[in-house]
Each structure stands twice: as structure tokens, then as C-alpha cells.
């Protein structure tokens, strides 16, 4: 991720700016497309953005989301997440586990696990996708966007880190 101060951001054009964060949330350039006039409180506005969009927006946003443990192409920053919580060099056997898990939760749900991961051990994400493949299907997809949330706040830090 490419480290800008909070004033550089602010005095970037639109493009500099959509392209600076257009991964923090997965693969949805739309959310700060809309943000862009909202500088001020970016987290909030970024935030708010989702929150605002419609459902089956909001449903795109969580399936646009890798599975946890997938050994497949996707953004830098869910690799740097991925690789920080030991998702990278899973044994053969707890790669098993995941992707029946991954299977299991998708299959419920309509979209993947998602889970702020970043210097979790998969230990404990595997118990949270166990837990949550049990919750309703709206009380996981509000979960799953709280999760969201959570990865974009942490990625806005990343990105302002000094």
C-alpha cells in the first residue's frame, strides 16, 4: 500500500485519489469515487457510503471479497492481511479445513467469510468462520459488513501510517 499523509490526499486529484483507495474497500472504486467530495472525516464518509448504498450494492461489495485461505489472485492489501494472519502458509490439512469451511459459509450465505484478519492466528479465524456459519442469514451479513468496516478502517491506517 502507497503511504500518503492526509494532506497529500486532500490535494490529489480525483484519479490520484480513487486510485489511492480504491482497494480499501475490496474491489470497490465506487465507494471512494463517491467520498472524494467528502474528504473530512474519510473513514465516516467512507463508511457512511456503504452503509447507504443499497442491499444488493452492499452484497457485491462482501462477494467482491477472497476467501480466507484461497490460494488465488486478489489485492495487495488482502495478501499483506493474508500472509499477516498465517493464511498463506497453511498446512495441508488445516487448508482443507478452511476451504470446507469457505464452502460450508458461502454455500449459506451467498457470499464469502469475511473477517478482519490482519495478525490473527488461523486458530482463531477458523473458530470465528465455526461460529458464524451458524448466525441467521441477516445477522451474518450485517456481521460481515461490521467486518468490512473494520478491514477499510485498518487499510486507511496503513495508507497514513507515518
Known amino acids: 500500500m502507497k503511504h500518503k499523509s492526509i494532506e497529500e ?15 480499501v474497500y475490496e474491489e470497490s472504486a465506487w465507494v471512494a469515487e463517491q467520498v472524494h467530495s467528502k474528504r473530512q472525516a474519510l473513514n465516516d464518509a467512507m463508511r457512511d457510503t456503504v452503509d447507504s448504498a443499497s442491499r444488493d450494492t452492499q452484497l457485491e ?19 499483506t492481511e493474508q500472509a499477516s494472519a498465517g493464511l498463506t502458509d497453511l498446512s495441508p490439512a488445516q487448508y482443507d479445513t478452511f476451504q470446507q469451511l469457505n464452502n460450508q459459509y458461502r454455500e449459506k450465505f451467498g457470499f464469502p467469510f469475511i473477517m478482519a484478519v490482519k495478525n490473527k492466528s488461523p486458530e482463531v479465524i477458523q473458530t470465528a468462520m465455526e461460529d458464524r456459519v451458524e448466525h441467521e442469514r441477516d445477522q451474518e451479513f450485517e456481521t460481515a459488513l461490521s467486518q468490512v468496516h473494520e478491514i477499510a478502517k485498518l487499510r486507511l491506517q496503513e495508507i497514513f501510517a507515518p
Open 9 to 23: 490526499l486532500n490535494n490529489s486529484e480525483k484519479n490520484e485519489f480513487v486510485e489511492l483507495l480504491s482497494d
Open 61 to 79: 461489495l462482501l462477494r467482491a471479497h477472497p476467501d480466507l485461505g484461497e490460494q488465488t489472485e486478489m489485492t495487495d492489501a488482502s495478501e
